[in-house]
């Protein structure tokens, strides 16, 4: 069996940025208009019950191609590995099932989102600044796509929650991607419309206030996302 690094998908993946970010966009509309043959099961959060705000989901993805499972964890603590999401991927045979690689997920997770992050922004042509909260590794990922694939004005911000809750959110398209327990954006204090909200995918991270959500059109990219984070209790 191929154990296949961190350090080696990263290469892989972003050694053209933009050829990623078309194939994933090639793939996108394959599934939802072509009518590609996948087979992907909702996404199962299973919370960690000695963890401080830890959970474990596994993910399931058959092709007529390719067979994966993959299980990724997020991570409280960081003290031995430095990412907030950990994992890794089997790659099985077609045909018998068996593993035949395993990648280490944290990049590859890390990276799909930002090309995800990358289209979603292309909804809304006419903008022209953008404002990454969060530098962490899926913030540093989004940052390097946009950047070496568009010509938006960026900055990126990184600040706690009682710092946040005084900025003004102004820019054109926000992108949050923390691991923050309390919303910070905010009816009060966010004039964007474009919020595109990666955070708050677990039930303890929080990221988008209630009374911002109340007069927003809210897309989603997956069923699995009203049930989780910021849309959890929101009807």
Known sequence: MKVISDNEVESILLRDSNDYRQYIGRRLRAIYFDGAGVWQKEKIIYDD???CYGDIRPMTCFTEKVKI???IATNPYREQHHSVSVGATLLLDQRENF????????????????????WAASACPSAQEILIVGKGRVGNYI?????????YEIKMLDTDYQTARKVQFDQ????????????????ENCTSKYVISVGADTHFNREL?????EN???YVDIEEAKEVGDLEHFE
Do not use: C, Q, W, Y
Request: charged share 15%; no cysteine.
């Open 49 to 51: 019950p000695f963890s």
């Open 216 to 218: 927003k059109n809210i």
């Open 69 to 71: 499972v993959k299980v």
């Open 209 to 213: 206030s209630t009374n911002f959500l």
């Open 143 to 151: 940052n390097r796509l946009l950047s070496e694939t568009t010509d």
């Open 99 to 118: 593993p035949t690689h395993i990648f280490e997920a944290t990049a590859m997770s890390g990276i799909r989102t930002a090309a995800m992050v990358a």
């Open 172 to 187: 054109d398209i926000i992108i949050t991607a923390t691991n923050s327990l309390k919303p910070f954006i905010t009816a």
